[in-house]
C-alpha cells in the first residue's frame, strides 16, 4: 500500500510539473497537499530516475535564483504520444508515395473532420467564454492537457501537451492546420493568435483569445433641409 500511495504521489508530481512548468519544492507540496519533506524525497527518487532535474529561474527584481524542478524530456515522455514513432513512420511513407500533394491532402481531410466536431460541439454557443470552454473540453477528452484561462481582458487557451508532438513535428501542417479550425471556432467573437508553441522550443502551447466588441451601429445624421 505504502509503495501505491509513493507511485501515486510521483505521478502526481509529474502532473503538476506537466501542468505548470519549472516549480519549487513548497508550491508543489502545497499543491499536493503533502509535506514539504514528503515532496522532497519523492522528486529525489524521480532525480534519480531522471524524469526530472532542478532549474535555476531567475526572480523579479534582484533577487537572487531560486531553484525549481522541471521534466526532463524523459520525464515528458511518460504522457501519451499516440504513438508517435509509427505516425512518423506513416507520414514519412505518404509524402514518399504520394509526395507533398498527398500529405497535404491528408491534413486537410483531417482539419475538415475536426472543424465539423468542433462546430457541431459548439453550435447555438454564441457567447465567447463558454465557447472556448467547451473547444478546451474538447481538446482535453483528446488528450492535450487544454484549459481556459483569463488574463486581463484576453483569454488564453492552454495546451500543457501534445499527442501527436511527433507529428507535428515531422510536418508543420498539422500545426497550421489547427491554428486555423481554431480561428473558426472563435469566429468574429475575438482575434486569436499563437503565442507559445511546442514545436517551436515552448514546453506548451498557449493560444491568445482577444475579444471583439461589434461596433454598435450609428445612426444616420439628420440630413439638413436646405428648402427656403
Known sequence: MEADAATATADRLLFALKTNGPTATAALAAEL???????????????????????????????????????????????????????????????????????????ATREQAARTAYLQACNGIEALEPRLRRLAALRDGEGYMARVERDGADWLLIEDHCPICAAAASCLGFCRSELEVFRE?????????????????ARRCVYRITPITPVEAQPAPKMRDTAG
Not at 514528503?38 to 532535474?53: D, F, I, N, S
Not at 467573437?189 to 507559445?196: F, H, I, M, Q, V
Open 33 to 107: 497537499t503533502i509535506t514539504g519533506e514528503a515532496a522532497r524525497q519523492q522528486l529525489q527518487k524521480l532525480l534519480a530516475a531522471g524524469l526530472v532535474e532542478g532549474r535555476l529561474q531567475p526572480q523579479a527584481g534582484a533577487g537572487r535564483p531560486r531553484s525549481h524542478w522541471a521534466l526532463t524530456a524523459a520525464g515528458h515522455a511518460r504522457f501519451p504520444d499516440a504513438h508517435a514513432q509509427l505516425t512518423v513512420q506513416l507520414l514519412a511513407t505518404v509524402r514518399e508515395v504520394f509526395g507533398e500533394e498527398g500529405l497535404d491532402r491528408l491534413i
Open 185 to 201: 471556432v472563435t469566429g468574429p467573437r475575438g482575434a486569436l493568435r499563437r503565442e507559445e508553441h511546442l514545436i517551436a522550443g
